[in-house]
């Protein structure tokens, strides 16, 4: 009887491939170099883009969290009105950094000589609102017909030693004015009353 011994076996290799397989061609050392450069630059750029994204995102933070309120030195704007006003120029004086200028614009010189002269500055006060200052001599100027027009009296205040008037406009915000030797003071709104109410307080003649 004759017995079956174990057969020798050997691992398959690339010769060894089924009938009517073909194998692979073998990659060329221009496709394995090519392969290898761009595996390298890909691992070379990664840090640079994190880098940039780290760059970016950072400065969208800043741009987020920084205080957007633009201050202007009203200065220019003051002397300019002082320069052609008939009258004493009256301005907020002595307010403390709380109370930013935002705006300063004045009409003088547009109308010739002698014509009316108003005034306009714009504070965004400690609470973040908005406090508008305005001086003219013409009762008809825009900044105050637009304030005083339809406003509702509500009685007198005294403010940094002056009497003024208090009033709530047609858009529900406080208004505090006062008309002396034909001009007229006006501070008004969307702050609340108390901060207001020191703007209006701190008006002093310019004293340049």
């Given amino acids: 009887m004759t017995g079956i011994g174990p057969t020798s076996q050997h691992p398959q290799g690339p010769d060894d491939a089924a009938p009517g397989e073909v194998p692979p061609p073998a990659p060329t050392a221009v496709e394995r170099a090519n392969r290898m450069s761009a595996a390298n630059m890909l691992r070379s750029l990664l840090p640079l883009v994190v880098i940039c994204l780290l760059i ?5 933070f800043r741009t987020e969290t920084g205080d957007p309120v633009r201050e202007v030195d009203p ?10 006003a008939g009258y ?9 950094e709380g109370y930013r200028p935002t705006s300063a614009r004045s009409d003088a010189g547009r109308g010739g000589a002698g014509a ?3 005034l306009e500055i714009g504070y965004v006060t400690p609470s973040g609102r908005f406090a508008g200052f305005v001086v003219s001599d013409s009762p008809t100027a825009e900044p105050v017909a637009a304030v005083l027009g ?9 403010l940094g030693g002056e009497e003024w008037t208090r009033s709530t406009t047609v858009e529900g915000e406080t208004a505090l004015s006062r008309v002396a030797d034909g001009v007229t003071v006006l501070v008004t709104g969307s702050a609340p009353d108390e901060e207001l109410e020191t703007v209006a307080g701190s008006v002093r003649p310019y004293a340049g």
């Fill in 88 to 96: 004493t120029l009256l301005v907020p004086t002595g307010l403390d």
């Fill in 75 to 84: 200065t220019t704007a003051v002397r300019v009105a002082q320069a052609e």
């Fill in 116 to 118: 009316p002269v108003t």
């Fill in 150 to 158: 339809g406003a509702t009296g509500e009685g007198q205040v005294d």
């Fill in 56 to 60: 970016v995102g950072w400065q969208a």
